[in-house]
């Protein structure tokens, strides 16, 4: 094989790097009021939403774009970007799947997403967003029935203003930081999810979130509510078109558990990461938080970072409730000209709080991986404990593993422990599978997939498998 | 404070001998601080500790002028007993007296006017002010082949003619091929309220030992920050041992550079805090050739409304394969109000190396204290006894017998 | 089936192996006898494929030159290695690893890769057979086993791989005489006049169990005698000391 042809080899290893052929409508290029205003419009916004938004605005226009993560990326020309982008047809909403444009139910069926409730995923809702709207939400009805709401931010806005006034920016205040204000001011869709008190979902929930357009910025906002004694796991799933330039992905997370609810929230990030020279890619700096609000809460976050030129984002988790529990797992991947710097926080604010870190990261090629992450046990919050263990993986000496643990205890009866470990694939290892007939990537996909097994283990079934394949994926090309 | 600095420099220049070189370089110096002035919370580094804030809040004004031209009547019942050593006295930031009466005096050179080499360029604005306000600096090559036969003890000492000032000293030490030094630092403090900034550079040739041991064990008002950077080249060692207890704030830094294949370095350090107390200990260890080793073992023991940080960082060079780098640190709160802050971390460019870290922090085991008392010893001490043996094993680190139980005698730590 | 040719190997100028040959046809058992140091260990490696080494001469396998041959399409045609130090893969299921390793193999050969059914009943019969205790199957591999549950491990890969030559490393090392039995029997069992075997060994012990029809004392790097079973007896009685 030539050079080109592995190129185009290497390509094909980012099997959702193909773009639809889809007419748009854009907001103006450009960061303004004048742009909010018009996605505010576009979406029929009632005021509050729209001052909420402007409001967001006012204090973005004072913020400055942070810098003191470890991934530094050229200067983004926030004025030079897209803030709105949605398929035309999604123009006069569709009223369901069958009106909906089949372009679209291509490009998911593509993605391995069907949207068609016949097509049926393993009995898990999907709401599909494409670039800037959700343009289909699966499983309604059954969902309904017991009184979950599972439908996208914008539906959520016009028929549940009362839930999204209550709880929107609430975790993630409009003051927060630059890109979470960003979010704030321009977001276009999401998921929203309310599961009543005492439900238990009965089943997964999915977004799946495609970027299709170029020189577009993607500002999703999900906001999840479990009420008191519910029950719901989230899964999310993100692909983009491969393209040369960097697109920018600022979504905003919040999760509210009230007392006794417990929220699982699961990502499987494999948006495009550029090719093997650095070029192109997603830039998905993401704030994603959860507030265990009421007592005996739970909230777990697990996420697989296969994707993306740069990962930035540390899922947090504020543990306000006494007895409440907050998990963070997390496998990252960087290979190629990869760069992640992504962690956790877990502030410890109530009593009997209990936090517990698993990170695994993996870096190959010229990439560099950093775990960040705080563990900030406040002076109220006895008998809270926390426990960390990060470990690294490091394949060739042309990449870099970092762990940056913050650890702050103003509390004598808490404890905190923390471990961190780094190290490298054994030859010896490699050379034992090898003798049993695996080839090297296979063998260093097994490898890695029992390094990273604790996490793997939380995520549900479905996902599990689809992560695993995604490991071994992510690493080809990066040994021998 | 802009205002104030110039004056006591202008001052400064008056009264001393410098050189117009001199001058103009530390002018420069001058200027680099005043950009920025005091370190804040804004820089990483000093996440932990704001000694902006601080000097502000426990000094207020300070004054950078010293009169260098009387000396200090050395009062020798400072001196450390039933061991034989040698001296280098400083009284307010002066030398007063530099003895080493015990040793050979060809293998040992002293250079009364050094120029410090700034070869630490990195940001740090005290290093500036200390290369603008420092008066002499001494520079000690150790020759080919020597040990010093007995330790070298550093005397840090300051009296109630001085208040709200800033002193600034520096030692500059060579250690030739296959020489060695132990050195203590020993503070000692009867004025109040300064704020004491220290450098320290280290360059250990090759199978060269240096042994540093830093003890601040009387209660003391005064604000410190000590600054080691450490050079080694192959084969050579570096111990340091740092015992964080007496000033009100401090901070030690310190900087090992493992540039030879085989050298290593080992820092251990105990914070034993009280009263309002803020101590803060940073290491970074760059591992930049193949097969060097660090260790690294922090304890705290933290009483009323004191404060510890520590900040550790271990940096392995893509070339520096084989690099065996441990860290671990672990605090006891003894009160509510009390608070400890890590931030261990690994940087790490090379696929085959051995690193890990650790951090524990929590309160005194109640179980392990219900034990002892259930054997009849009193709920303090089971508390003494328990903290005592957390303690014990990092002095046991230390690996001269003789600065080891000195070391035990001074903090009371029982076997 | 397996031809050594005039085969030389060095380590950063450390000569190893100096001009050994070997011939074993099918279905014969060979075993290589020596002392510490000998190069038993590196032979096993060079023929396992291990990288690291200065290789001179040529080794043929089934008339495939095995130097042109990956490590694990060596292990594709048939080339089984037990390893003296079985390896600890943490996080990897033993059940899963063995499954991968059959499959990779089967589709090699062309034949129908097992389904997860196919392969636990499968694994469970020789597991059965080899007194494997079958919960280890769902343990990580090798992790917190014992010196003797690693090597029953290994024959039991060997039994489900099925391979033609398999060359044991030293098996019999750390194993108490139940597990030498257990050990023997996997491989008296896979014997048969298309399989070959290779075992290296410092004892003659295992050779009680394993009857072979060539021995070889391995010494400095050389063959210096060959002959029938009656070797290994006199090698014990005398020593490796004595015997030159």
Known sequence: MDKREKDIEKLKDYKYGFSTDIENIRAPKGLNEDVIKFISNIKKEPKWMLDFRLKAFERFKQLKEPNWQKPKYPKIDYQDLYYYSAPKSMNDKPKSLDELDPKLLETYKKLGIPLQEQARLNGIAVDAVFDSVSVATTFKDELTKQGIIFCSMSEAIQKHPDLVKKYLGTVIPTTDHFFATLNSAVFTDGSFVYIPEGIKCPMELSTYFRINASETGQFERTLIIADKGSYVSYLEGCTAPMRDENQLHAANVELIALDDAEIKYSTVQNWYPGDENGKGGIYNFVTK????????????????????????????????????????????????????????????????????????????????????????????????????????????????????????????????????????????????????????EEAVGLIVNGFCKEVLQQLPMEFAVEAQKLVGISLEGSVG | ??????????????????????????????????????????????????????????????????????????????????????????????????????????????????????????????????????????????????????????????????????????????????????????????????????????????????????????????????????????????????????????????????????????????????????????????????????????????????????????????????????????????????????????????????????????????????????????????????????????VEKITDTEIKNLVKNMIGLKE | MLKINNLSVNIEDKSILKDFSLNINPGEVHAIMGPNGSGKSTLSNILSGKKGYEISGEVLFENNNLFELETEERAHKGIFLAFQYPLEIPGVNTNIFLKTSLNAIRKAKGEKELDAIEFLKLVKEKARELKFDEEKLNRQLNVGFSGGEKKKNEILQMSMLSPKLSILDETDSGLDIDALKVVSDGVNTLRGKDNSFLIITHYQRLLDYIKPDFVHVLMNGKIIKSGGPELALELEKKGYENFN
């Open chain 1, 289 to 440: 938080r959860g507030l265990c609000k009421g007592k005996n809460s739970k909230i777990s976050w697990t996420q697989v970072e296969t994707g993306s030129a740069i990962t930035w984002k540390y899922p947090s988790c504020i543990l306000k409730g006494d007895n409440s529990i907050g998990e963070f797992y997390s496998i990252a991947i960087t290979n190629n000209h990869q760069k992640a710097d992504t962690g956790t926080k877990m502030i410890h604010l109530g009593k009997n709080t209990k936090s517990k870190i698993v990170s695994k990261g993996i870096s190959a090629g010229f990439s560099d991986m950093t775990y960040r992450g705080l563990v900030d046990i406040n002076s109220k919050a006895k008998n809270s404990s926390n426990y960390t263990q990060c470990d690294s993986l490091l394949m060739g000496n042309k990449c870099g593993a970092h762990t940056v643990p913050y650890i702050k205890n103003k509390n004598l009866d808490s404890n905190i422990a923390h471990e961190a470990t780094t190290s490298k694939i054994s030859e010896e290892q490699l050379h034992y599978c090898q003798q049993r007939g695996l080839n090297p």
């Open chain 2, 1 to 394: 404070m802009t205002e104030q600095i110039k004056t006591d420099f202008d001052k400064i220049v008056k009264t001393s001998a410098f050189s117009e070189k001199d001058v103009e370089q530390k002018k420069i110096y001058l200027n680099k601080f005043l950009k920025t002035g005091f370190p804040t919370r804004k820089l990483e580094n000093w996440k932990f500790s704001d000694l902006s804030q601080i000097i502000k809040k426990s000094i207020g004004e300070l004054s950078f002028y010293n009169d260098y031209s009387f000396s200090n009547k050395v009062d020798t019942s400072i001196f450390v007993e039933g061991l034989e050593h040698n001296k280098i006295v400083f009284i307010n930031g002066r030398v007063e007296k530099v003895d080493f009466t015990h040793e050979d005096h060809d293998k040992i050179e002293i250079n009364s006017d050094f120029k410090f080499v700034n070869r630490l360029e990195h940001n740090n604005s005290l290093l500036s002010l200390n290369n603008a306000f420092s008066n002499k600096c001494y520079k000690i090559t150790i020759k080919k082949n020597y040990s010093l036969k007995k330790p070298l003890v550093v005397y840090h000492s300051t009296n109630n003619k001085i208040k709200s000032k800033n002193i600034n000293l520096k030692l500059e030490f060579q250690l030739e091929q296959n020489s060695s030094l132990r050195l203590i630092d020993l503070f000692n403090d009867g004025a109040e309220n300064n704020f004491i900034n220290i450098f320290y550079n280290f360059d250990l040739k090759e199978n060269a030992i240096l042994k540093n041991y830093k003890i601040d064990k009387l209660q003391n008002k005064n604000i410190r920050y000590s600054y080691n950077n450490i050079e080694q080249d192959n084969n050579s060692v570096s111990e340091t041992f740092v015992l964080s207890s007496g000033s009100n704030f401090s901070k030690n830094e310190i900087n090992c550079n493992l540039k030879g294949e085989y050298s290593s370095a080992f820092v251990n350090g105990i914070f034993s805090l009280n009263e309002g107390q803020h101590h803060e200990i940073r290491t970074i260890i760059n591992h930049l050739v193949e097969n060097t080793k660090s260790y690294q073992l922090i304890k705290s023991v933290l009483g009323e409304n004191s404060k510890s940080a520590y900040q550790g960082k271990i940096f392995v060079d893509s070339k520096a394969q084989k690099t065996d780098g441990y860290q671990l640190s672990k605090a006891i709160l003894l009160d509510e109000t009390s608070e400890f802050n890590a931030k261990p971390e690994l940087e790490i460019y090379a696929d085959d190396v051995k690193c890990s870290h650790g951090s524990a922090s929590g309160s005194l085991d109640e179980n392990s204290i219900f034990y002892l008392m259930s054997r009849g010893l009193s709920y303090k001490q089971s508390k003494e006894l328990l903290i005592n043996g957390f303690l014990l094993d990092v």
